[in-house]
């Protein structure tokens, strides 16, 4: 997964870059697998590897990007963005080995057999009712815009 | 989930995320800086499934919040690359260009 998603940024091009980032989502629905999400595991290749991913390579073969080969990268992006995150990623290493109570495996669950679409859906439906509407009406207004945006011609 | 610890799969996580946050960086192209976000936005997810596996519940099953929280980010950031390839593609109507260093006034 960490070397796909190293591929995405490193390629020049956009297409390889793409379906290195579908790996990195298949490889990432294997790990949801594991933790016992397997609901999240089936919604995270239907959404990413397939809706996301088409839309992506549909945009990339529209807009036919060919000059990006003859880019270099920018020197000064690249230190700063190696410095950066690099930083970042110290950070992280030193928080997470001082955080002990991670440190301990996974705690067994008391059933063999998990249905986890019905428990999320009894969860989603009774405690985020409110918010699963208001989201409702988000993808209708991008839904929206999306047609507003690729109608009308900006001047 | 017979050795793996919760530090292991945050490791995995914050490295995810690292890279998604090298990508926008370094990268010039419009396109890859999206899918970089995108990157980001699932090392959130993993995090987060990983700490609902973590915390089981009195039942002895997962806390399902999380897993209700990854599922309203899923859908979000679905809408949200609706939106923002629609942007793009108006912008290299536009432009003709896809490449960050090309777009430099705020108004045309």
Redo the contacts between chains.
Sequence with gaps: ??AL??S??LNRD?VA??LS?VG??VC?AA??V????F??GV??IL??AG??MV??LF??M??D?R??KR?S??KL??V???L??SA??AE??YV?SS?N???????????TR?D?VR??G???FT??NL?FQV?GI??LV??I??VV??RR??? | ???????N????S???F??????V?????I??I???L??ML?AA??SL??F???H?GA????N??A??L???I??????????G??????????RQ???V?DIQSLKF
């Design positions: 997964m960490l998603g190293v995405v940024i956009p870059s793409a980032l990195s989502f990432l790990l949801f594991g933790l016992d999400a609901f999240i919604i995270q959404v990413y809706a996301v839309l992506f945009i990339i529209l807009l990007l000059s990006e880019r990268f920018n992006a690249i700063g963005g190696v950066v995150s970042f990623g992280l290493m997470l955080f109570q991670g440190k301990h495996p996974f705690p067994a669950l008391s059933v998990l986890d428990s999320v009894t969860t989603l405690y985020f918010p989201v988000l993808v991008a839904t815009g999306v945006l690729s011609e900006l001047k | 989930m017979n050795q793996l610890t919760l530090n799969y945050l490791l995995a914050g490295l995810l690292t890279l998604g946050f090298a990508g960086l370094l990268r010039r192209n396109i890859i999206f899918m970089c995108e990157l699932n997810n993993l499934v990983a609902s596996r973590f089981v039942d002895g099953l997962p399902y919040n897993q209700v990854v599922f309203f899923i859908t979000v950031a679905a809408a949200e690359v609706a939106v390839l629609a942007i793009i593609v108006a912008l290299y109507r536009a260009t896809t490449h260093e």
